[in-house]
């Protein structure tokens, strides 16, 4: 894939871009040049004897580029996700390193519009769901668990009482038979039962 970049200029620069672009190189007066401090953020973008300041700045999503060579087929060319924006000499510089917008207006405060938020946690709650993970997967019990019990009553309605209780070892099973075997002989089958006598 190429190398490629996005460089948002104020629209007079734009012009002298354009102007330079169109022309050809070796007889124009102007020059491009574009140099990064050493943090790699900032910089300042040179065109003729003017300097600009520039930023790189994060966009809020990876952005795809294609190029064709005959207006019917696109080949995809390269994924972009920085911009290197160039502003007049007496606007501020942005204060964040990811830019709020998109590049397109649909993508106007793409983060807050079109993003989920990421959730408000607890961190306590987080360091105990963790310690009661690892606890479990070293063959442990969970200290706080919500223990719900339904029982079965004669009117077919369920009812539940909720406990709230420290579980220091795993709850056994009760001894419970199959149904159906209440009261019948453990010996029997049921093929003991059926009658074969016809």
Not at 130 to 140: F, P
Not at 151 to 167: D, F, L, P, T, Y
């Amino acid at each position: 894939m190429d190398e490629q970049f996005i460089l948002r200029v104020p629209p007079s620069v734009a012009e002298r871009i354009d102007r330079l672009l169109s022309e050809n190189a070796s007889s124009s007066e102007d020059k491009l040049d574009l140099s990064f401090s050493e943090d790699g953020k900032t910089g300042s973008f040179v065109i003729g004897d003017e300097h600009f300041p520039a930023s790189l700045l994060n966009l809020p999503c990876i952005v795809e580029s294609y190029k064709t060579y005959d207006d019917n087929v696109l080949i995809k060319s390269a994924d972009i996700g920085q911009m290197i924006m160039v502003r007049e000499e007496g606007d501020p510089a942005p204060d964040v390193v990811e830019y709020r917008h998109g590049l397109t207006p649909p993508m106007r405060d793409a983060r807050r519009r079109r993003f989920r938020r990421e959730p408000d946690l607890n961190p306590e709650l987080v360091r105990r769901v963790e310690k009661d993970l690892q606890n479990i997967m070293s063959g442990g019990t969970a200290e706080n668990i919500d223990i719900e019990v339904v029982e079965q009553e004669e009117g077919g309605e369920a009812s539940a009482r909720h406990v709230n209780k420290k579980v220091a070892q795993p709850a056994t099973k009760a001894d419970i038979s199959e149904p159906g075997t209440a009261g019948e002989d453990p010996d029997r089958t049921e093929s003991e039962d059926s009658d074969d006598s016809i």
